[in-house]
């Protein structure tokens, strides 16, 4: 996302990576807004063929929200068994795109934006993670 008047170079990067039960499009409002206060936003919704959560099918791109949060609220003892192996497979997904913003702004530092599920995976990944509001970050 780039917002109409341009990058402040001098703004990290923001990384967002959606959580198991979104997508990345359910926060366009926020990440637009982001972009229009100057910030360059990098999103993605990862779906990597080795890092499967539950089923090819349930992992589509149209499903994969809707059938985790499905889980959570009707098989809550197995998404409660699997939330490791969650977290685990989630933080691949930020790796991945850290990895690939790292190649393309190499001199930038790099915030993540997260929610509950990917800020658990994000945080041996980065060297501190907290909650910060929109009002918080400059």
Do not use: W
Request: charged letters at 30%; aromatic letters at 14%; proline letters at 4%.
């Amino acid at each position: 996302y780039q917002g109409d008047s341009g990058v402040n170079e001098e703004k990290p990067v923001l990384l967002y990576v959606p959580d198991l039960f979104c997508s990345s499009s359910d926060f366009l409002p926020i990440l637009a807004g982001y972009a229009r206060d100057g910030f360059r936003v990098v999103a993605a919704d990862l779906y990597l063929e080795d890092v499967i959560y539950n089923s090819k099918f349930l992992d589509g791109k149209l499903v994969k929200p809707f059938a985790m949060r499905m889980q959570k609220t009707y098989n809550a003892e197995k998404f409660q068994t699997n939330l490791d192996t969650y977290i685990q497979k989630k933080e691949r997904e930020i790796k991945t795109l850290k990895e690939f913003v790292e190649k393309k702004y190499p001199e930038k530092e790099i915030l993540f934006l997260g929610d509950t599920y990917t800020s658990e995976a994000a945080k041996n990944l980065f060297l501190e993670v907290s909650y910060d509001s929109r009002k918080n970050i400059s």
